[in-house]
């Protein structure tokens, strides 16, 4: 393939900025996303593995509800601080992204 | 398209002609084999991914196979997909260290566009990634070579380790257990996969059930007033999928763009 190196499209510099914050802005919604739904799957399983051995089937859609909660809490924590910038740390993968750039 | 458009078309289905509407369905999504081998089926989604294959490989081949400083069309043509590729997609995600992997992120790019876009091909009219058979060997792929990636670059304990966010209370980690590794092992490439499948999935059967009803509706009563309302709707659709399309394939390789980033390095 020929080597694109060194090349640029026209109006790169803005248009790689707002190239960024669209990839980082689609990788932290799926992320969030991902967040939810782990939450209700990580704890409504745990829930019914409990209700399983234990008879009380209630444990599972309480599982599921608690794991909502963790998942929005830490979302809320996690992301939600990063928008006012107290927290710059707080966005996950590709934070220290584009230090070579 | 399949099935019961075909019966709608060959049948002269229409409003008033005693037939009820045929409605599209999982019907649609099924084929009947082109030819067998044993107990191997050999149908249109296979060989229609496998014409995409192909003609993704042929174009870049031709484009590329012998470059010249001063580009010809279809050499400019092709620098231009990969450069919007890199500026686009990759650069924004992995920075310059990520254009040795400016090849895969290409042809994920294109293979999914023109996989896509054969839902709207007359005659072929079927995205493959309307099965989520042909997504999930995808998904897959993208999800080893990120693990692969992550394992190599930061080791296998390391890349664990870094995905836990720092400074949080230890109470905290131990609640975040579960989620973490659930979200990343499984959810993060069920999620990549099940987005792309049932964007394709719908997009066809909405163009599908527009079609239908335009043909069913069309016959010499006020039934053909809610045809041409349908036949509308079938272009909005066609011109929404063309869309939906191109940015499915955009999400998809962006996203894959990202979970390699993440595996070139630690979070924090």
């Not at chain 1, 051995?53 to 859609?61: A, C, E, G, N």
């Not at chain 2, 060989?47 to 400019?76: D, E, M, N, R, Y």
């Not at chain 2, 670059?153 to 980690?173: D, T």
């Not at chain 2, 659930?182 to 999620?191: A, C, D, G, V, Y």
Request: aromatic residues 14%; proline residues 5%.
């Amino acid at each position: 393939m020929v080597s694109t190196r060194g090349r640029r499209s026209p109006g790169h510099g803005e248009k790689n900025i707002e190239a960024e914050s669209r990839a980082q802005g689609l990788s932290t919604g799926w992320e969030v996303f991902s967040y939810l739904i782990a939450g209700m799957a990580a704890y409504g399983g745990i829930g019914w593995l409990i209700g399983h051995f234990t008879h009380i089937s209630l444990l599972f859609p309480i599982g599921m509800m608690v794991g909502l909660g963790i998942s929005v809490g830490w979302v809320i924590y996690r992301y939600g601080r990063g928008m006012n910038g107290e927290l710059d740390g707080g966005y996950g993968h590709g934070n220290k992204r584009g230090d070579d750039r | 398209m399949t099935g019961d458009v075909v019966a709608a078309g060959s049948d002269g289905c229409h409003l008033f002609s005693g037939c009820g509407f045929p409605a599209p369905g999982l019907q649609d999504f099924n084929f009947r084999p082109l030819f067998t081998i044993g107990s191997f089926h050999f149908t249109k989604p296979m060989l229609v991914t496998i014409l995409c294959a192909i003609a993704v490989i042929a174009f870049f081949w031709a484009a590329f196979s012998k470059p010249k400083v001063v580009p010809g069309k279809l050499q400019s043509l092709g620098e231009l997909g990969v450069l919007a590729v890199r500026d686009q997609i990759l650069r924004p995600s992995m920075g310059r260290r990520g254009d040795k992997y400016l090849g895969f992120h290409v042809s994920l790019f294109f293979f999914i566009f023109l996989t896509n876009l054969m839902e709207l091909i007359p005659v072929i009219q079927f995205p493959a990634m309307s099965r989520i058979s042909f997504v999930v060997p995808m998904a897959l792929t993208v999800y080893v070579t990120y693990l692969y990636l992550g394992f190599k670059n930061q080791g296998a304990w390391g890349y664990i380790a870094n995905m836990w966010p720092r400074g949080v209370p230890w109470p905290i980690y131990i609640i975040l257990i579960p989620v973490e590794l659930l979200r990343f092992f499984f959810i993060q490439p069920f999620t990549l996969g099940i987005r792309l499948f049932a964007n394709m999935f719908a997009g066809h059967l909405l163009l599908a059930i527009f079609m239908v009803a335009t043909w069913y509706l069309a016959s010499i009563s006020i039934g053909l007033l809610f045809a041409v309302g349908s036949a509308a709707m079938v272009i909005f659709v066609f011109l929404l999928e063309l869309l939906v399309d191109l940015l499915q394939a955009f999400i998809f390789t962006t996203l894959t763009a990202t979970y390699i980033a993440t595996s070139l390095e630690a979070q924090h």
